[in-house]
C-alpha cells in the first residue's frame, strides 16, 4: 500500500479546501508573512538535502545541463499549460478567492505550487524509499508542511489548490511502482547526490515563494532525471582515472 503518497495526497487535498475555507477571514499580512516562512521551511528543506551531497561536480552538472535542456525545450512552458488546463474547469465551478492577482502572478503561483509539491526533490526521493522499503517517514513529515503550504496558497488562489493532489497522486504512484525496477540500481551515493539535487530545487523554490528570485524551478526538473547516472558515471567512470 502506498500509505505515504496517500497521505500526502490528502494532506494537500484537505490542506486547499481548509484555506479556501478559511481565506476571507486571515489578514493580507498574516498571510503574505507566513507564506514567508513557509519559503524559509522549503529552504531549510533543501539546505538540509544538500549537505548529503557525496558528489558536487556531478550534482552541479546535472543541475546546469538539466537546467539547460529544460530552457531548450521550454520544458517549463508545458508546465504553465498544465496549470492553465487545471485551473479553467475549476474556475468555472470555484471562483477565485483573490481577484487582485493577475492572469500572470496567478499561474507563476499556481506553477510554484505545483512544482513543490509534485516535483520536488523530498517527496520523490521519499517515495522511492516508501517503494522499497515501506519507510514512509520522509513523505509524512512532508505531508505536515504540505496540509499548512497549501491552506495558505489555497487562501489566495482558492479551490484549485486542492485539485493538484490529482497529478500528485499519480506522479509519486508511478514513481512507488517503479521503485522496485530503480532502487537496486542505485547505491547510497547516488541516492545522496539525488536528494541534494532535489535540495537545490527546494531551496530555489523558497526563494520564489518568498519571492526573493524567479528561479525556472519547472525548467530545472530534468535535472532529477540526469543526476543519477551522471553520479554513477563519476563514480565508477571518472573517479577511478583522476
Known sequence: ???????????????????S????????????????????????????AIIQMKNMPAVIFAVVLGTGIGLLIHFGRWIDRGAVLMERPISKFFPRKNNTLSDTEFISALVTVIVLFCAGGTGIYGTLDGGMTGNNTILISKSILDFF?????????????STIAIPQFIIFYIIFLLAKLIFPLTNPTMLAD??????????????????????????????MILVMPLSWLRTTMIMPLL
Open 1 to 19: 500500500m502506498p500509505t505515504g503518497v496517500i497521505i500526502n495526497s490528502l494532506a494537500v487535498l484537505f490542506g486547499g479546501l481548509f484555506g
Open 21 to 48: 475555507l478559511l481565506g476571507d477571514k486571515l489578514s493580507t499580512k498574516f498571510k503574505t508573512e507566513l507564506t514567508l516562512i513557509f519559503g524559509v521551511a522549503s529552504m531549510g528543506m533543501g539546505i538540509n
Open 149 to 161: 503550504t497549501a491552506a495558505i496558497f489555497a487562501c489566495n488562489l482558492g479551490p484549485v489548490v
Open 194 to 223: 539525488f536528494k541534494a539535487c532535489g535540495g537545490l530545487l527546494m531551496l530555489a523554490t523558497g526563494f520564489r515563494i518568498a519571492k526573493i528570485r524567479e528561479f525556472p524551478i519547472a525548467d530545472m526538473i530534468p535535472a
